[in-house]
């Protein structure tokens, strides 16, 4: 781990991006240096987090919408339809997923919406008994976007079996039900955390300390947390064993249709960079971020090199490497591993410069326990 220095500055002009000093009932703010989190607390609400909820919410609708019309009229060129809506709405929670904290964490979203792999035996016997509750604990491994995966491809050999398994057969009509059920639960869950994320907006920009109460303390530890257990161990890490020693490709993201792993774990990492600089959501245009904020601090390595330029280069080799891994995810667990680990070790070199110096940084503590053995 590389040894820090940190050098608070009371104006930092970094990247076009301005801190100013901010009182608080005729106090100074307890911002560090004197560098107001308000800007920042309002970029990300207002230019990632509300358009991303909004932008879910429109892409499960048009799944939704192809659902329904692949139940009214089960065929080939409906199921080629309803798998494109579900493409588009997968990758687009890769750009939402990050968002665990406020409305998404009181309401456990990303629980309900990928939790993987599905367990098939459950999935099955919730549709022989047509009896459920996708709002119980116990199903969240038989919903969300596991499920559809499953069910959209892992069915039947080809299209023709898989139009089959929703046409012929005595549970046929249970099987269609379930899938709209799915459906509609996930986008039931988004489109109550986007509600509430509109209500909540103004808590989040307002809550400026550093306490465990802050929202910057909510947001970085969600953040990290998605990194470090969702990207890194779930997308990667897992599959590989680099923490078992023991490959596993049945626990790959998207497992019923392979081809779309790399590019689910490929969007999940541009989402975290792009979030981490303060971009706008589906855009360029960066704005206040936790890497303006790191560099307005003035942290640095031991070579004298900004850690929030450093953290943005190691994500840049992270992306890079993905992109230059061959086949799909599965492919090169099972049949060239070293290359998969590699991409692992490069995302765990962005580790601690989150999890430890980012955060220390900030004058914040990580809240949660890293409890998958690595």
């Known amino acids: 781990m590389k040894k820090i220095l940190v050098v608070h500055a009371l104006i930092v002009l970094s990247g076009g991006l301005f801190f100013a000093a901010c009182k608080k009932d005729g106090k100074e703010d307890d911002n560090d240096g004197g560098l107001d989190r308000k800007p920042m607390l309002t970029n990300y609400a207002d230019n990632y987090v509300l358009p991303a909820y909004a932008n ?54 990303r629980m309900y919406m990928n939790t993987y792999p599905a367990t098939v035996s459950k999935l099955k016997a919730n549709i022989a008994s047509g009896n ?8 969240k491994d038989a919903q969300g976007f596991p499920a559809v995966n499953y069910l959209l491809f892992g069915t039947g050999a080809n299209s023709a079996d898989i139009v089959a398994y929703y046409t012929t057969g005595p549970l046929a009509a249970n099987r269609i039900k379930y899938l709209k059920d799915v459906t509609d639960k996930m986008l039931e869950h988004v489109q109550a955390v986007n509600s509430e994320w509109k209500n909540y907006r103004n808590t989040f920009v307002e809550s400026t300390g550093t306490d465990v109460n802050g929202s910057l303390s909510a947001m970085v530890n969600s953040f990290v947390l998605y990194y470090e257990r969702y990207l890194r ?35 999940a990492l541009e989402s975290v960079q792009a979030f ?66 590699g991409v692992y070790e490069q995302l765990q070199q962005v580790v601690p410069l989150l999890k430890v110096d980012m955060v220390s940084a900030f004058g914040i503590s990580i809240t949660y326990v890293d409890n998958d053995g690595d």
């Open 132 to 139: 459920y509750n996708l709002d119980e604990f116990g199903n």
């Open 233 to 267: 161990s779930g997308k990667i890490g897992l599959p590989v064993g680099a923490m078992t020693g023991v490959a596993k490709p049945e626990l790959t993201e998207a497992y019923y249709s392979p081809e779309l792993s790399k590019e689910l774990a490929l969007t």
């Open 276 to 341: 981490y600089e303060g971009k706008r959501f589906g855009g360029r245009q960066q704005g206040e971020s936790m890497k303006s904020y790191l560099s307005a601090l003035g942290t640095k390595d031991d070579n004298g090199q900004l850690m929030a330029d450093l953290i943005s280069t190691e994500l840049d080799e992270a992306i890079a490497q993905l992109k230059g891994l061959n086949g799909t995810i599965a492919d090169g667990v099972a049949n060239n591993r070293p290359a998969v680990l």
């Open 56 to 109: 879910m919410g429109q892409s499960l609708q048009a799944l939704k919408l192809r659902t329904d019309a692949f139940a009214n009229n089960p065929d080939e060129a409906g199921l080629s339809a309803l798998r494109d809506a579900f493409k588009t709405s997968y990758l687009a929670w890769q750009q939402t997923d990050l968002l665990e904290f406020g409305p998404g964490e009181d309401k456990s979203l």
